[in-house]
């Protein structure tokens, strides 16, 4: 594998100013899709800006108001071990740890997965689901940005040339709030989402659902936040007429291509089943909050 | 290019050793270091035959840059046994002939290991689910398995006091 040049910087600065210096620069963090991007040669001529020695990207900080700010060099197994984060937000966590293998999560990072800008990667439907924004350090400063700005099509971000995401970051979870996420793969594990859905709920102690936000991945160029499912729920007591409403605004939605792992129509049906399933596991979550 | 000097540890001894900005870690073990425990499979994170600790958790070291090496903590299969003393889970390997050509062996002892230091009585479930980033083309696992569960089950015996 051909690599330029190889840096550990220690600041957000010093990191910003190398890759903004070398616009052939890529930051790392996990490395899981980098540098196997790398080896094929799908990325080449690259030097890379490794993001794990830059003070406070690694680990969780709590924010003011009972938030979370997840460093970009936080591998996944980072965010199960972080018994507050899982419990705010167990879905975004279950999302994370569904990557790869044990030996992937230790080092694949959700900043990277956001990234990385694959329409079926595990975490962004999840962080979509759960409002989560991305902070970005560029040269003129930081910029916070929704997750689902991040990523513009396959492989491809909003990001400028120099800038890195240097943290994700999630609200404190609602009062009566609840999240999810669940994807379907031809396997029971290693596999690459057919489709996946995040979904994050609030319900009112009367039961009635109070705000909805729900994601779909693998089904577009870029995941999908369905306003129109959402709509179907607020206000509804999640019975059978506004299950059925949000469902067909899914497949409404839904603009999958057929591949080897699943063709269009599949995919479609299974974005209506999966939502479903993980409305029923949010909103749980949610009256058990 | 330039070449970088890293100082690591690797099986509890220093090592020092130097690398291009493009050589992974399991390069370097393989080549300078000479330890050709750790097998190159597919390159790409995929069949864990590459498995290695590094600051104690397991990672593909065909996915991490030797550069990514410097002051941290790794351990490889040749650290597995204590001198002429197999590890539990290495003995059942050899005793339930849980391996054919071998290939994959060093990855699925060294996650292996890994799984019962955190987890002393794993289930089926648990130690299929662990062992997912490992393939093996010869087994078809079952006897992988029941290796594992066999070593925990001794390792469970020699920690009880008598």
């Known amino acids: 594998m051909a690599l330029f040049a190889y840096h550990a910087p220690t600041t957000r600065e010093e990191a910003q100013r190398l890759l903004a210096a070398d616009p052939a620069a890529r930051p790392l963090a996990g490395g899981t899709d980098l540098i196997v991007q790398l080896r094929s040669g799908r990325i080449g001529n690259a030097s890379v800006v490794d993001l794990k020695h830059v003070a406070g990207l690694t680990g969780v900080r709590a924010l003011p108001g009972g938030g979370f700010a997840i460093g970009a060099a936080t591998p996944s197994t980072g965010l199960k071990n972080h018994t507050a984060l899982s419990a705010a937000w167990p879905g975004v966590v279950e999302a994370a740890n569904l990557i790869g293998s044990v030996q992937v999560r230790n080092r694949a990072t959700i900043a990277g997965n956001l990234c990385n800008a694959s329409p079926a990667a595990d975490s962004v439907p999840a962080l979509i689901a759960a409002g989560a924004t991305a902070l970005i350090v560029g040269a003129g400063g930081e910029r916070e940005v929704p997750v689902e700005a991040v990523p513009t099509a396959p492989g491809k971000t909003s990001l400028a040339p120099g800038e890195f995401v240097a943290e994700i970051r999630l609200l404190a979870r609602p009062v009566g709030g609840g999240d999810a996420y669940l994807r379907a793969i031809p396997r029971t594990e290693m596999d690459i989402a057919v489709v996946g859905v995040g979904v994050a709920l609030v319900i009112g102690a009367d039961g009635t659902c109070t705000a909805a936000r729900i994601a779909l991945g693998a089904v577009g160029p870029t995941a999908l936040l369905v306003a129109d499912a959402s709509a179907a729920l607020v206000g509804s007591k999640l019975d059978d007429a506004a299950l059925a409403r949000m469902t067909a605004a899914v497949v409404a939605a839904a603009r999958p291509i057929s591949d080897k792992r699943g063709t269009a129509e599949y995919r479609t049906h299974m974005a209506g089943v999966l939502t479903r399933r993980a409305v029923a596991i949010a909103r749980k979550r949610a009256e058990t909050n | ?162």
């Open chain 2, 1 to 162: 290019m330039a070449k970088l000097a890293v100082s690591t540890t690797v099986n509890g001894d220093p090592a020092e050793f130097l690398c291009a900005p493009g050589d992974t870690l399991l390069d370097v073990l393989r080549g300078p270091l000479g330890l050709t425990g750790s097998k190159e499979g597919c390159g790409s994170g995929d069949c864990g035959s590459c498995t290695v600790m590094l600051d104690g958790a397991m990672v593909c070291s065909c996915l991490v840059l030797a550069a990514e090496a410097e002051g941290r903590v790794i351990a490889t299969i040749e650290g597995v046994a204590e001198g002429s003393v197999l590890h539990p889970v290495q003995r059942k390997f050899l005793e339930l002939g849980a391996l054919q050509c071998g290939f994959c062996t060093p990855g699925f002892i060294v996650a292996a290991k890994a799984l019962l230091e955190q987890d002393p009585d794993p289930s089926e479930h648990d130690i299929r689910y662990w062992l997912a980033g490992n393939l093996c083309r010869c087994t078809g696992y079952d006897k992988i398995v029941r290796a594992v569960s066999e070593a925990a089950a001794e390792m469970r015996q020699e920690r009880t006091p008598a």
